[in-house]
Structure formats: C-alpha cells, structure tokens
C-alpha cells in the first residue's frame, strides 16, 4: 500500500479515530468498520500466504532428494501442485483486499492542519485581512474594512459590457468553435491579458526567486494520481484516447470493408501545471541542499467541470480553458508552514502591484481542497458584483501528495529519505486578473487605465479605449 495518501498505520491501527477525525473535520463517512474486516482478512490471508509458500519450498526440496535416492515422487508432486493452487487463490484474494483497501484510501480527503477553523462550507472561512492601495493592510475587524473598498463615482460596467467594445471579449463566436464557457479575446485586451501573465512571471522569477518552468499540457494517469485529482475527479478532467491498433475487415475477396480502431485512454489535459509541476519530483530522493524547490509555470489550464450548473456562465469567471501563473514548492517538512506564508505573500504582492482591493481568507475544514491540509484563499474585489471574488488559492498539502508519488528527501540527521511536502498556489490566474483589472480601472467612457506596472507590457499605453 506504498501510494495511500495518508499514513497507511493510520488506516491499519486507528481507523475508528480516523473516521471520527474525518467526520468532525471534513464531513466525510469513512466505513471503519469495513476497514477492520478487510485488515483482518488482510493479515489472514499472508499469515496463510506465508505458511503455504514455506510448505511448497518444503516439499520442492523433498522432491529433489527422493530423486536422489531413486525413490517415488509421485505423492509429494501431488501435494506440490494442491500446494500451488491453495497459494494462487491466497494471492488473488490479497490483491483484490489490497485494492479494495486502497480504493477507499484513495478516496479519503486530507486531513486539515490544526490551526484550521472547523466549518461546513464557505460560511467557516475566516478573513485574516484586508488590503487596500490606498490604505494599505487592514485587520478583518477594521472598521469599514468590509465596506466597498471602490468608488467609481458612476454605476459599474461588469467585463462583458466593457470587452464587447469592438468585439475584443467574444463568447459568441467562441460557442461557434468551442461551446458554451469558452472565450475569443482580440485586440489589445488580449495584449492586456498576455502583459498580465509576462508581468506575473517576470515578478515570480525576478523578485520571488521561483524557477520558470514550460511544462506539458497533456500528463498521464499516474501524474494526476499523484497530486489526488485522480481517481476522485475524474468527471472533472478532459480526457484524450488515441488508438492503440487498427484493425481491417475485408470481404473475404481482399476488399476493405471497414476499419476498426480499437481506442486507448492516454492523456489527460492539466487542470492546473500544479499537476506536473509537483510530479517532477515523483519516485525521486531529493538531496537536502535542493530544498525548497520553487517552480513557477504559465500554462493552459483545462475542466470539464468549470463550476455549479448556471452559475457564473456570463463572461470569464468559469471557463473550460483559462490560463494561470502557478507557484509549487518542494520543501522540508519543517519548513513548509513557513513556505506556506511566503508562497501566499509572493501572490498577495502581486495584486498589491497591480493595486487591486484583496482580502485573504483561511479556508475552514468544509471549504478545503481535498489534498489541502492548509489553504488561504486570495479573494479580489470586483466593482460589478459589489463582491469579493476568488483570484488565488495557496494550499499546503503536507505529505499527502508525497506520500501517493513517492517524493522524499534525504534528511541529512538520519541519513534517511523520507517524505517530503508539497505546496501550490495560484500566482495568480490571468483571466480572473483581466476581470479585476478592467472592472477595477473601468472609466465612465467605458475605456480602461492601464495599471503602471502592466504599462511596460503595453508599448507604454496608459489606456486601452
């Protein structure tokens, strides 16, 4: 069971104190009672496993010394062969209580860091702070923090109303190539939305010390196994088959009747470069001086599954394609809740340079991800909806990834590898920064100002109109 998520003792010794923890935290029924029959059927069956392989060695070496001395080996041949059948079912029935024990660890989510607030939904999450151009960092009880942070001075445009202007945001001729939750941008909203990610690297690698990385858009089963997407997610994933062989038939007179393809499940598309961003460092012992490792990556991001049914289906807020900076850091176990503040601090700088209202929010037990032990959510203000909207989440996943790749570290004090811990956050994604910019920047003529830090992006263009 060496690609469990958690600590495989946990589920062999403690599963009625997992599944109260799991319940309490996460909301998540875990059967321990079929946990306890499966683990003592498991150990049944290799206590039997065990006694049935000594017994055949036994009487295999038996054999060879009746031949020796020229005697019958008929009778203990025979106890060989029932030997082996015994031992064939024993082995069957260990891998199908081995799989079924790791479909369940499979599906079981993380469990939440200590300093987690216990809830059920969003509602738990708590504001850790706010933050303002003007008016800098502000506590969560601030007096008026939670107030619109923008006044625009005229009633707000949303983004649809303001890219539709010479059809620079087009969704209708995207639903003619694409469907429904796909955008066409054009013009010098689509420079703006490039400049956003240029600028995004440009900080991550320059300032945060993060190492730009190009990765692979299509990865295999084993790399979303790996960060947990699968197999709990799989409806949530755009999968790509190929065919594996072809076959012909003909007529039986040398003529083509049809050809038959028999397809194979090969690829999926990235719902994040967190995904391969995270699995470099799969089946590998990192030496300890290579710790932390921070990649950073722009890169297409890809869900089947873009958000509730009929929610947010106007404009770039959900979208089957979207694009987004990524940060991932490989650290030291001892260091990544320290990784964990900087990585979302490198996140919040960003929205501070592009001077965007923001406020940070620790995600409660019942809003996490599923392989987040830990998670702060960046959450942008937008003039439109008169709302904080989500921009970036930075998650700590512990040794819960690590655990299912197999990643460690080689601890310098033991001589030994050992797990290491995986982190992730958006830094940030790009469309959700286009949105923010353009409602946030708006003018009353419908034109955008041009944020000072995306300018030098832009040919030095102070305004897009």
Not at 37 to 45: H, S
Not at 88 to 108: D, N, Y
Request: net charge negative.
């Amino acid at each position: 069971m060496a690609d469990l998520m958690l600590d495989p003792l946990l589920l062999r010794n403690q599963p009625a104190d997992l599944a109260a923890r799991l319940k309490d935290s996460r909301g998540y029924d875990l059967d321990a009672a079929e946990l306890v029959l499966l683990e003592t059927e498991r150990k049944q069956i290799q206590v039997r496993t065990q006694e049935l392989q000594n017994l055949r060695n036994t009487r295999s070496k038996m054999i060879g010394q009746l031949k020796v001395k020229g005697e019958d080996t008929s009778v203990v041949m025979a106890e060989v062969a029932a030997v082996g059948d015994d031992l064939k079912q024993c082995e069957q029935r260990l891998a199908e209580v081995l799989g079924r024990i790791e479909a369940i660890a499979a599906g079981i989510p993380n469990l939440p860091d200590a300093s987690v607030p216990v809830g059920a939904d969003e509602a738990g999450n708590r504001i850790e702070h706010y933050w303002h151009p003007q008016h800098g960092q502000r506590a969560a009880d601030a007096a008026g923090a939670a107030d619109a942070p923008v006044d625009l001075g005229f009633a707000p445009k949303d983004h649809v109303e303001l890219g539709a202007r010479h059809g620079w945001l087009d969704a209708e001729t995207a639903a003619k190539l694409s469907g429904a939750r796909f955008t066409v941008l054009r013009g010098q909203l689509a420079r703006l939305h490039r400049a956003l990610a240029q600028f995004m690297l440009d900080l991550h690698t320059g300032e945060h010390g993060y190492e730009e990385t190009n990765v692979p858009l299509l990865v295999n089963a084993d790399a979303l196994k790996g960060t947990g997407q699968l197999p709990k997610f799989e409806e949530d994933l755009f999968q790509i088959w190929s065919p594996e062989d072809e076959y012909i038939e003909d007529d039986g007179y040398g003529n083509v009747v049809q050809r038959i393809k028999d397809w194979e499940l090969e690829y999926y598309l990235i719902p994040t470069s967190e995904v391969p961003l995270t699995n470099t460092v799969r089946e590998e012992i990192v030496e300890a001086e290579r710790l932390p490792i921070r990649m950073t990556a722009h890169s297409m991001c890809f869900r089947a599954e873009a958000g509730s049914a009929g929610r947010d289906t106007r404009g770039m807020i959900r979208q089957h394609q979207f694009e987004k900076v990524e940060l991932v850091s490989i650290a030291k176990p001892t260091e990544s809740d320290a990784e964990h503040q900087r990585m979302t601090r490198c996140a919040e700088v960003v929205l501070e340079k592009l001077g965007l209202p923001y406020r940070r929010m620790l995600l409660c037990t019942g809003d996490m991800g599923f392989s987040a032990q830990k998670t702060y959510d960046l959450e942008v203000w937008l003039p439109s909806q008169a709302m904080y909207r989500e921009i970036s989440s930075c998650s700590n996943c512990g040794d819960f990834q690590a655990r299912r790749m197999q990643a460690r570290w080689r601890n310098p004090e033991t001589g030994k590898p050992e797990l290491v811990h995986t982190l992730n956050g958006s830094g940030v994604a790009v469309g959700r920064a286009l949105i923010a910019v353009m409602e946030n920047y708006q003018n009353e003529d419908g034109s955008i100002t041009v944020p000072e830090a995306l300018r030098p992006y832009m040919g030095g263009a102070e305004r897009i109109a």
